[in-house]
């Protein structure tokens, strides 16, 4: 049974900073490029970042990009989200999701969510003013 499992949300302070990660299991972790999305409430889900299996290569939101930072680390299974200079906006639902991609598939093909193969559950984060 494949399990992505969120967590690091929270509350936090505009201008604040949270590592948020995501565990895997169920799945060989290292053949999956995997990313980050969130939902904030009354609005359609946004990609935020990806990265590749090897951790060699990321791509980012315009929106999140200089402020969070994707990395993984494929020996605990875990992906993380460096999310620093938050402000009330990047108030979500966090998720994480894996794309088993081809050979031939840039990180880019994940921002519509399609591609992705498993989702986690998610986890809340509030930015508050």
């Known amino acids: 049974q494949v399990q992505l499992v969120e967590s690091g949300g929270g509350l936090v302070q505009a201008g604040g900073s949270l590592r948020l990660s995501c565990a895997a299991s169920?799945?060989?972790?290292?053949?999956?490029?995997m990313g980050w999305f969130r939902q904030a409430p009354g609005k359609e889900r946004e990609f935020l970042a990806a990265?590749?299996?090897?951790?060699?290569?990321?791509y980012y939101a315009d929106s999140v990009k200089g402020r969070f930072t994707i990395s993984r680390d494929n020996a605990k299974n875990t992906v993380y989200l460096q999310m620093n200079s938050l402000s009330p906006e990047d108030t979500a639902v966090y998720y994480c999701?894996?794309?088993?991609?081809?050979?031939?598939?840039?990180?880019?093909?994940?921002?519509?969510?399609?591609?992705?193969?498993?989702w986690g559950k998610g986890t809340p984060v509030t930015v508050s003013s």
């Open positions: 999701a894996a794309a088993l991609l081809r050979t031939d598939q840039a990180l880019g093909v994940m921002t519509g969510g399609d591609e992705m193969n498993y």
């Open positions: 169920g799945i060989t972790f290292s053949r999956y490029a």
């Open positions: 990265i590749h299996w090897s951790g060699g290569n990321t």
